[in-house]
Protein backbone atom coordinates (compact mmCIF):
# COMPACT_ATOMS: atom_id res chain seq x y z
CA UNK A 1 0.00 0.00 0.00
CA UNK A 2 1.24 3.59 -0.58
CA UNK A 3 0.04 7.16 0.35
CA UNK A 4 0.16 9.68 -2.16
CA UNK A 5 -0.04 13.36 -0.90
CA UNK A 6 -1.04 15.91 -3.42
CA UNK A 7 1.42 18.59 -4.20
CA UNK A 8 0.97 22.10 -3.16
CA UNK A 9 3.50 24.30 -6.22
CA UNK A 10 4.62 23.48 -9.30
CA UNK A 11 7.02 20.61 -10.66
CA UNK A 12 10.16 22.05 -11.83
CA UNK A 13 13.42 20.20 -12.49
CA UNK A 14 15.27 18.16 -15.00
CA UNK A 15 14.96 14.18 -15.28
CA UNK A 16 16.67 11.59 -17.39
CA UNK A 17 14.24 8.91 -17.64
CA UNK A 18 15.33 5.53 -18.00
CA UNK A 19 16.55 3.48 -20.96
CA UNK A 20 13.98 2.23 -23.74
CA UNK A 21 12.19 -0.69 -23.19
CA UNK A 22 11.43 -1.61 -26.60
CA UNK A 23 15.19 -1.60 -26.93
CA UNK A 24 16.68 -2.98 -24.23
CA UNK A 25 14.82 -5.57 -25.07
CA UNK A 26 16.12 -6.16 -28.70
CA UNK A 27 19.32 -4.89 -27.79
CA UNK A 28 20.29 -8.01 -25.74
CA UNK A 29 18.94 -10.57 -28.02
CA UNK A 30 20.64 -9.63 -31.25
CA UNK A 31 23.76 -9.10 -29.12
CA UNK A 32 22.98 -12.80 -27.74
CA UNK A 33 22.94 -13.87 -30.91
CA UNK A 34 25.52 -11.99 -32.74
CA UNK A 35 29.60 -12.76 -33.03
CA UNK A 36 31.39 -10.51 -30.99
CA UNK A 37 31.42 -8.09 -28.28
CA UNK A 38 28.40 -5.16 -27.98
CA UNK A 39 27.79 -3.04 -25.47
CA UNK A 40 24.69 -1.91 -24.20
CA UNK A 41 24.73 1.48 -22.48
CA UNK A 42 21.45 2.81 -20.71
CA UNK A 43 20.06 -0.42 -20.61
CA UNK A 44 17.08 -0.30 -18.87
CA UNK A 45 17.35 -2.49 -15.75
CA UNK A 46 13.64 -2.57 -15.22
CA UNK A 47 11.87 -6.28 -14.54
CA UNK A 48 11.13 -6.94 -18.17
CA UNK A 49 14.26 -6.59 -19.72
CA UNK A 50 16.04 -8.73 -16.89
CA UNK A 51 14.07 -11.70 -17.80
CA UNK A 52 15.44 -11.08 -21.28
CA UNK A 53 18.48 -10.75 -19.85
CA UNK A 54 18.56 -13.95 -17.35
CA UNK A 55 16.94 -16.16 -20.72
CA UNK A 56 20.20 -15.66 -22.90
CA UNK A 57 22.63 -16.55 -19.58
CA UNK A 58 20.26 -19.71 -19.22
CA UNK A 59 21.20 -19.98 -23.17
CA UNK A 60 25.29 -19.90 -22.05
CA UNK A 61 25.78 -16.60 -23.18
CA UNK A 62 28.52 -14.08 -21.36
CA UNK A 63 26.12 -11.47 -20.26
CA UNK A 64 28.11 -8.81 -17.78
CA UNK A 65 26.09 -6.37 -16.30
CA UNK A 66 27.63 -2.68 -14.26
CA UNK A 67 24.96 -0.55 -13.26
CA UNK A 68 23.20 0.72 -16.63
CA UNK A 69 25.92 -0.98 -18.85
CA UNK A 70 25.61 -4.23 -20.11
CA UNK A 71 28.37 -6.23 -22.16
CA UNK A 72 27.58 -9.19 -24.22
CA UNK A 73 29.97 -12.11 -25.40
CA UNK A 74 28.42 -12.93 -28.59
CA UNK A 75 29.43 -16.29 -30.01
CA UNK A 76 26.97 -16.70 -32.96
CA UNK A 77 23.24 -18.01 -32.84
CA UNK A 78 24.84 -21.67 -33.14
CA UNK A 79 26.90 -21.34 -29.95
CA UNK A 80 23.53 -20.79 -27.84
CA UNK A 81 22.62 -24.06 -25.66
CA UNK A 82 19.85 -25.52 -24.61
CA UNK A 83 18.25 -23.83 -21.33
CA UNK A 84 18.58 -26.62 -18.49
CA UNK A 85 15.72 -24.97 -16.90
CA UNK A 86 12.40 -23.52 -17.82
CA UNK A 87 12.64 -19.94 -18.79
CA UNK A 88 10.62 -17.61 -16.49
CA UNK A 89 9.22 -14.33 -18.65
CA UNK A 90 7.28 -12.89 -15.55
CA UNK A 91 5.25 -10.01 -17.04
CA UNK A 92 6.66 -9.43 -20.28
CA UNK A 93 4.43 -9.42 -23.06
CA UNK A 94 7.84 -7.98 -25.40
CA UNK A 95 10.03 -10.83 -23.67
CA UNK A 96 7.49 -13.71 -24.51
CA UNK A 97 6.43 -12.69 -27.97
CA UNK A 98 10.08 -11.73 -29.70
CA UNK A 99 11.56 -14.70 -28.05
CA UNK A 100 9.08 -17.10 -29.53
CA UNK A 101 10.12 -16.15 -32.90
CA UNK A 102 13.85 -16.64 -31.76
CA UNK A 103 13.26 -19.91 -30.07
CA UNK A 104 11.29 -21.33 -32.92
CA UNK A 105 14.50 -21.12 -34.76
CA UNK A 106 17.24 -22.50 -32.88
CA UNK A 107 17.80 -26.31 -32.74
CA UNK A 108 16.54 -27.20 -29.06
CA UNK A 109 13.61 -27.69 -26.81
CA UNK A 110 12.75 -24.80 -24.43
CA UNK A 111 9.61 -24.49 -21.81
CA UNK A 112 8.96 -21.05 -21.32
CA UNK A 113 6.32 -19.60 -18.38
CA UNK A 114 5.37 -16.32 -16.92
CA UNK A 115 3.06 -14.64 -14.08
CA UNK A 116 -0.77 -14.83 -14.00
CA UNK A 117 -1.44 -11.87 -16.42
CA UNK A 118 1.18 -12.90 -18.58
CA UNK A 119 -0.21 -16.41 -18.58
CA UNK A 120 -4.03 -14.80 -19.72
CA UNK A 121 -2.24 -12.67 -22.85
CA UNK A 122 -3.30 -14.26 -26.04
CA UNK A 123 0.06 -16.05 -28.21
CA UNK A 124 -1.00 -17.16 -30.78
CA UNK A 125 -0.91 -14.53 -32.56
CA UNK A 126 2.44 -15.37 -33.07
CA UNK A 127 2.48 -19.19 -32.75
CA UNK A 128 0.32 -18.98 -35.46
CA UNK A 129 2.31 -17.42 -38.39
CA UNK A 130 5.10 -19.19 -36.68
CA UNK A 131 3.04 -22.35 -37.51
CA UNK A 132 3.18 -21.20 -41.10
CA UNK A 133 7.06 -21.15 -40.52
CA UNK A 134 7.40 -24.61 -39.77
CA UNK A 135 7.81 -23.53 -35.92
CA UNK A 136 7.11 -26.59 -33.50
CA UNK A 137 5.03 -24.91 -30.28
CA UNK A 138 2.85 -26.24 -28.13
CA UNK A 139 0.87 -25.24 -24.67
CA UNK A 140 -2.76 -24.09 -23.43
CA UNK A 141 -4.97 -23.38 -25.13
CA UNK A 142 -3.32 -25.26 -28.67
CA UNK A 143 -0.26 -22.99 -27.94
CA UNK A 144 -2.03 -19.78 -27.03
CA UNK A 145 -1.28 -19.42 -23.37
CA UNK A 146 1.83 -19.81 -21.31
CA UNK A 147 3.55 -22.19 -19.98
CA UNK A 148 4.33 -23.11 -24.16
CA UNK A 149 7.05 -25.33 -25.14
CA UNK A 150 8.89 -25.22 -28.66
CA UNK A 151 10.99 -27.03 -30.41
CA UNK A 152 13.35 -25.64 -32.73
CA UNK A 153 13.19 -26.57 -36.39
CA UNK A 154 14.26 -25.87 -39.75
CA UNK A 155 12.15 -22.63 -40.58
CA UNK A 156 10.95 -21.50 -44.18
CA UNK A 157 10.15 -17.96 -44.80
CA UNK A 158 6.42 -16.76 -45.08
CA UNK A 159 4.63 -13.53 -46.45
CA UNK A 160 2.21 -12.73 -43.76
CA UNK A 161 -0.31 -10.08 -43.96
CA UNK A 162 -1.02 -9.13 -40.14
CA UNK A 163 -4.23 -9.31 -38.91
CA UNK A 164 -3.59 -7.43 -35.42
CA UNK A 165 -1.95 -3.72 -34.75
CA UNK A 166 0.95 -5.31 -33.25
CA UNK A 167 4.78 -4.36 -33.04
CA UNK A 168 5.68 -7.65 -31.17
CA UNK A 169 3.93 -9.68 -33.68
CA UNK A 170 5.92 -8.11 -36.37
CA UNK A 171 9.26 -8.02 -34.55
CA UNK A 172 8.61 -12.17 -33.59
CA UNK A 173 8.47 -12.98 -36.79
CA UNK A 174 11.71 -10.90 -38.55
CA UNK A 175 13.25 -12.79 -36.13
CA UNK A 176 12.19 -15.93 -37.11
CA UNK A 177 13.18 -14.54 -40.30
CA UNK A 178 17.18 -14.71 -39.40
CA UNK A 179 16.61 -18.77 -39.24
CA UNK A 180 14.13 -19.45 -42.14
CA UNK A 181 15.20 -20.53 -45.36
CA UNK A 182 14.37 -17.59 -48.10
CA UNK A 183 12.84 -14.13 -47.20
CA UNK A 184 10.19 -13.72 -44.58
CA UNK A 185 7.85 -10.73 -45.63
CA UNK A 186 5.52 -8.79 -42.94
CA UNK A 187 2.77 -6.29 -44.39
CA UNK A 188 1.19 -4.55 -41.20
CA UNK A 189 -2.51 -2.73 -41.33
CA UNK A 190 -0.59 0.49 -39.45
CA UNK A 191 2.76 1.37 -39.14
CA UNK A 192 3.62 0.28 -35.50
CA UNK A 193 7.32 0.55 -33.51
CA UNK A 194 10.16 -0.47 -36.20
CA UNK A 195 13.34 -0.44 -33.32
CA UNK A 196 13.58 -4.48 -34.53
CA UNK A 197 13.97 -3.22 -38.14
CA UNK A 198 16.65 -0.32 -37.48
CA UNK A 199 18.45 -2.74 -35.16
CA UNK A 200 18.45 -6.18 -36.87
CA UNK A 201 19.91 -3.97 -39.68
CA UNK A 202 22.69 -2.45 -37.23
CA UNK A 203 23.52 -5.73 -36.50
CA UNK A 204 24.12 -6.38 -40.14
CA UNK A 205 21.23 -8.65 -40.86
CA UNK A 206 19.36 -8.47 -44.40
CA UNK A 207 16.51 -6.24 -44.47
CA UNK A 208 14.49 -4.19 -45.96
CA UNK A 209 11.44 -2.22 -45.50
CA UNK A 210 9.34 -0.25 -47.92
CA UNK A 211 5.98 1.24 -46.49
CA UNK A 212 4.16 -1.35 -44.36
CA UNK A 213 6.34 -4.06 -45.10
CA UNK A 214 9.51 -5.50 -44.12
CA UNK A 215 11.43 -8.28 -45.56
CA UNK A 216 14.36 -10.11 -44.03
CA UNK A 217 16.58 -12.85 -45.77
CA UNK A 218 18.19 -15.59 -43.27
CA UNK A 219 21.40 -14.78 -42.11
CA UNK A 220 22.68 -16.79 -38.81
CA UNK A 221 25.62 -15.08 -38.75
CA UNK A 222 24.87 -11.20 -36.73
CA UNK A 223 27.96 -8.51 -36.41
CA UNK A 224 28.08 -7.49 -32.73
CA UNK A 225 28.05 -3.56 -32.41
CA UNK A 226 27.15 -1.06 -29.54
CA UNK A 227 24.06 0.68 -28.67
CA UNK A 228 23.04 3.42 -26.90
CA UNK A 229 19.31 2.86 -25.59
CA UNK A 230 17.82 6.20 -25.50
CA UNK A 231 15.70 7.44 -22.81
CA UNK A 232 12.06 5.90 -23.01
CA UNK A 233 9.33 8.29 -24.18
CA UNK A 234 6.79 5.77 -22.70
CA UNK A 235 8.45 6.52 -19.13
CA UNK A 236 8.63 9.97 -20.18
CA UNK A 237 5.03 10.55 -20.89
CA UNK A 238 4.22 10.07 -16.98
CA UNK A 239 6.36 13.15 -16.59
CA UNK A 240 5.17 15.00 -19.11
CA UNK A 241 1.73 14.69 -17.98
CA UNK A 242 2.46 15.64 -14.93
CA UNK A 243 3.72 19.19 -16.39
CA UNK A 244 0.58 19.67 -18.20
CA UNK A 245 -1.75 18.87 -15.07
CA UNK A 246 0.08 20.80 -11.83
CA UNK A 247 -0.10 24.42 -12.41
CA UNK A 248 3.15 26.18 -12.55
CA UNK A 249 5.28 23.31 -13.38
CA UNK A 250 8.00 22.89 -16.05
CA UNK A 251 10.46 20.09 -16.51
CA UNK A 252 12.72 19.19 -18.75
CA UNK A 253 13.08 14.95 -20.35
CA UNK A 254 16.75 14.65 -21.66
CA UNK A 255 17.93 12.28 -24.35
CA UNK A 256 14.39 11.31 -24.74
CA UNK A 257 13.85 8.48 -27.86
CA UNK A 258 12.21 10.62 -30.65
CA UNK A 259 11.61 7.72 -33.04
CA UNK A 260 8.16 8.56 -35.09
CA UNK A 261 6.38 5.92 -34.05
CA UNK A 262 6.59 6.53 -31.05
CA UNK A 263 6.02 10.18 -30.80
CA UNK A 264 2.40 9.97 -30.98
CA UNK A 265 1.98 11.06 -27.49
CA UNK A 266 3.90 14.56 -27.85
CA UNK A 267 1.31 14.70 -31.53
CA UNK A 268 -1.52 14.55 -28.98
CA UNK A 269 -0.78 16.55 -26.19
CA UNK A 270 0.32 19.22 -28.38
CA UNK A 271 -2.90 19.12 -30.07
CA UNK A 272 -4.71 19.40 -26.70
CA UNK A 273 -2.80 22.92 -26.38
CA UNK A 274 0.64 21.87 -24.48
CA UNK A 275 3.24 23.53 -24.53
CA UNK A 276 6.22 21.18 -25.36
CA UNK A 277 9.96 21.98 -26.83
CA UNK A 278 12.10 19.73 -28.45
CA UNK A 279 16.11 20.50 -28.69
CA UNK A 280 19.44 18.76 -28.45
CA UNK A 281 18.08 16.79 -31.09
CA UNK A 282 20.49 13.83 -32.57
CA UNK A 283 20.57 10.66 -34.24
CA UNK A 284 22.52 7.48 -32.41
CA UNK A 285 21.93 4.30 -33.95
CA UNK A 286 19.44 4.86 -36.55
CA UNK A 287 17.50 5.80 -33.57
CA UNK A 288 16.77 9.94 -32.93
CA UNK A 289 16.37 11.23 -29.56
CA UNK A 290 16.67 14.75 -27.67
CA UNK A 291 15.42 17.22 -24.68
CA UNK A 292 11.77 17.52 -24.29
CA UNK A 293 10.65 20.63 -22.09
CA UNK A 294 7.14 20.59 -21.02
CA UNK A 295 4.80 23.23 -19.02
CA UNK A 296 2.06 23.60 -17.49
CA UNK A 297 -1.01 24.33 -19.90
CA UNK A 298 -4.37 24.79 -20.70
CA UNK A 299 -6.04 22.02 -22.46
CA UNK A 300 -8.96 20.93 -24.93
CA UNK A 301 -10.31 17.90 -25.53
CA UNK A 302 -9.46 16.05 -28.73
CA UNK A 303 -10.26 12.90 -30.47
CA UNK A 304 -7.76 10.10 -30.60
CA UNK A 305 -7.95 7.26 -33.46
CA UNK A 306 -6.55 5.54 -36.11
CA UNK A 307 -2.88 5.37 -37.29
CA UNK A 308 -1.39 7.30 -34.47
CA UNK A 309 -3.21 4.69 -32.13
CA UNK A 310 0.07 2.41 -32.36
CA UNK A 311 2.45 5.42 -31.92
CA UNK A 312 0.80 5.61 -27.90
CA UNK A 313 -0.56 2.50 -26.93
CA UNK A 314 1.28 2.27 -24.04
CA UNK A 315 0.57 5.70 -23.09
CA UNK A 316 -3.37 5.80 -23.06
CA UNK A 317 -3.69 5.62 -19.79
CA UNK A 318 -1.72 8.91 -18.55
CA UNK A 319 -3.44 10.32 -21.74
CA UNK A 320 -6.73 9.35 -20.22
CA UNK A 321 -5.88 11.15 -16.94
CA UNK A 322 -4.61 14.20 -19.10
CA UNK A 323 -7.85 14.69 -20.57
CA UNK A 324 -9.88 14.78 -17.24
CA UNK A 325 -8.08 18.10 -16.90
CA UNK A 326 -8.81 19.57 -20.76
CA UNK A 327 -11.73 21.40 -21.36
CA UNK A 328 -14.75 19.22 -23.00
CA UNK A 329 -14.59 15.95 -24.63
CA UNK A 330 -12.16 13.38 -25.50
CA UNK A 331 -12.57 10.31 -27.71
CA UNK A 332 -10.10 7.82 -27.69
CA UNK A 333 -10.73 4.84 -30.61
CA UNK A 334 -9.56 2.01 -31.84
CA UNK A 335 -7.80 0.82 -29.05
CA UNK A 336 -9.00 -2.92 -28.86
CA UNK A 337 -5.18 -3.88 -28.01
CA UNK A 338 -5.72 -2.64 -24.61
CA UNK A 339 -7.87 -5.03 -23.44
CA UNK A 340 -5.24 -7.64 -23.91
CA UNK A 341 -1.92 -5.94 -22.02
CA UNK A 342 -0.96 -6.36 -18.82
CA UNK A 343 -4.23 -5.67 -17.79
CA UNK A 344 -7.67 -5.16 -19.54
CA UNK A 345 -6.33 -1.25 -19.76
CA UNK A 346 -9.84 0.20 -20.97
CA UNK A 347 -11.57 -1.31 -17.71
CA UNK A 348 -8.24 -0.07 -15.32
CA UNK A 349 -8.85 3.17 -16.70
CA UNK A 350 -11.65 3.91 -16.07
CA UNK A 351 -12.21 2.56 -12.73
CA UNK A 352 -9.16 3.94 -11.43
CA UNK A 353 -10.00 7.68 -12.89
CA UNK A 354 -14.05 7.32 -11.82
CA UNK A 355 -12.79 6.50 -8.32
CA UNK A 356 -11.03 10.03 -8.15
CA UNK A 357 -14.21 11.49 -9.45
CA UNK A 358 -13.60 11.80 -13.37
CA UNK A 359 -16.47 11.72 -15.73
CA UNK A 360 -14.92 8.60 -17.85
CA UNK A 361 -17.30 5.63 -19.73
CA UNK A 362 -15.50 3.22 -20.99
CA UNK A 363 -16.51 1.81 -24.67
CA UNK A 364 -15.51 -1.72 -27.12
CA UNK A 365 -12.37 -0.11 -28.57
CA UNK A 366 -11.29 3.18 -26.08
CA UNK A 367 -13.10 5.13 -23.89
CA UNK A 368 -14.61 8.74 -23.91
CA UNK A 369 -13.38 11.19 -20.86
CA UNK A 370 -15.57 14.37 -20.38
CA UNK A 371 -13.42 16.79 -18.98
CA UNK A 372 -12.36 19.26 -16.96
CA UNK A 373 -13.19 18.12 -13.58
CA UNK A 374 -11.80 17.76 -10.29
CA UNK A 375 -9.81 14.97 -8.90
CA UNK A 376 -10.36 13.91 -5.38
CA UNK A 377 -8.78 11.32 -3.07
CA UNK A 378 -9.75 7.48 -2.83
CA UNK A 379 -8.44 4.16 -2.54
CA UNK A 380 -7.05 3.09 -5.75
CA UNK A 381 -6.20 -0.43 -7.02
CA UNK A 382 -3.00 -0.43 -9.52
CA UNK A 383 -4.53 -3.81 -11.24
CA UNK A 384 -0.69 -4.92 -10.64
CA UNK A 385 -0.11 -3.18 -13.69
CA UNK A 386 3.14 -0.99 -13.97
CA UNK A 387 1.31 1.80 -16.12
CA UNK A 388 -2.14 1.79 -14.16
CA UNK A 389 0.04 2.27 -11.17
CA UNK A 390 2.49 4.85 -12.68
CA UNK A 391 -1.05 6.90 -13.81
CA UNK A 392 -2.76 6.53 -10.49
CA UNK A 393 0.93 8.27 -8.67
CA UNK A 394 0.47 11.49 -11.09
CA UNK A 395 -3.25 11.26 -10.72
CA UNK A 396 -2.73 11.76 -6.82
CA UNK A 397 -0.50 15.17 -7.62
CA UNK A 398 -3.75 16.82 -8.60
CA UNK A 399 -6.11 15.10 -6.07
CA UNK A 400 -7.44 16.91 -3.28
CA UNK A 401 -6.98 15.02 -0.79
CA UNK A 402 -4.61 11.62 -0.04
CA UNK A 403 -4.89 8.88 -2.63
CA UNK A 404 -4.63 5.57 -1.63
CA UNK A 405 -2.51 3.12 -3.90
CA UNK A 406 -3.22 -0.50 -2.98
CA UNK A 407 0.62 -1.64 -4.35
CA UNK A 408 3.09 -0.09 -6.04
CA UNK A 409 5.34 -2.92 -7.03
CA UNK A 410 4.60 -3.30 -10.56
CA UNK A 411 6.50 0.33 -11.46
CA UNK A 412 9.66 -1.52 -11.19
CA UNK A 413 8.94 -3.49 -14.58
CA UNK A 414 9.67 -0.29 -16.30
CA UNK A 415 10.81 2.08 -13.76
CA UNK A 416 12.13 1.60 -10.94
CA UNK A 417 13.14 4.50 -10.47
CA UNK A 418 9.91 6.41 -11.09
CA UNK A 419 9.23 7.65 -7.21
CA UNK A 420 13.11 9.08 -6.89
CA UNK A 421 12.49 10.88 -9.83
CA UNK A 422 8.85 12.07 -8.69
CA UNK A 423 10.61 13.48 -5.41
CA UNK A 424 13.42 15.15 -7.40
CA UNK A 425 10.70 17.38 -9.20
CA UNK A 426 9.08 18.15 -6.10
O1 LIG B 1 7.38 -4.36 -29.42
C1 LIG B 1 7.41 -3.81 -28.30
O2 LIG B 1 8.47 -3.60 -27.67
C2 LIG B 1 6.12 -3.41 -27.70
C3 LIG B 1 5.00 -3.35 -28.49
C4 LIG B 1 3.66 -2.98 -27.97
O3 LIG B 1 2.90 -4.16 -27.84
P1 LIG B 1 2.08 -4.80 -29.07
O4 LIG B 1 3.01 -5.21 -30.11
O5 LIG B 1 1.35 -5.97 -28.48
O6 LIG B 1 1.14 -3.71 -29.51
C5 LIG B 1 3.74 -2.29 -26.62
O7 LIG B 1 2.46 -2.23 -26.03
C6 LIG B 1 4.71 -2.97 -25.69
O8 LIG B 1 4.81 -2.25 -24.48
C7 LIG B 1 6.09 -3.04 -26.28
C1 LIG C 1 2.31 -3.66 -22.78
C2 LIG C 1 3.49 -3.47 -22.22
O1 LIG C 1 4.53 -4.36 -22.23
P1 LIG C 1 4.59 -5.91 -22.61
O2 LIG C 1 3.60 -6.19 -23.70
O3 LIG C 1 6.00 -6.14 -23.01
O4 LIG C 1 4.26 -6.67 -21.34
C3 LIG C 1 3.83 -2.17 -21.58
O5 LIG C 1 4.99 -1.99 -21.20
O6 LIG C 1 2.95 -1.29 -21.42
Known sequence: MRTLHPVSKGLAGNIDVPGDKSISHRAVMLASLANGTSRIDNFLDGEDCMATLQAFRHMGVSIEKKGK??????KGASHLQEPSVPLDFGNSGTTTRLMLGILSGLPFFTTIFGDQSLSSRPMDRVVKPLRKMGASIDGRGNGNYLPLSIRGKALKGIEYKMPVKSAQ???ALLLAGLFADGETTVKEMVKSRDHTEKMLKAFGADIKTEGL????TSKTQLKATDIFV???ISSAAFFLAAAVIVPDSEITLRKVGLNETRTGILDALKQMGADIEIHHEEEIGGERLGDITVRYSPLNGITIEGE????LIDEIPVLALVATQAEGKTVIRNAEELKIKETDRILAVTDVLSTLGAKIEPTEDGMIIYGKTPLYGGKIKSYH???????????SLIAKDTVVLDDASS???????FFQHLQ???
Open 424 to 426: HIQ
Open 213 to 216: AATI
Open 308 to 311: IIPR
Open 411 to 417: INISYPE
Open 230 to 232: PGD
Open 169 to 171: VKS
Open 385 to 395: DHRIAMMGVIA
Open 69 to 74: QVIIEG
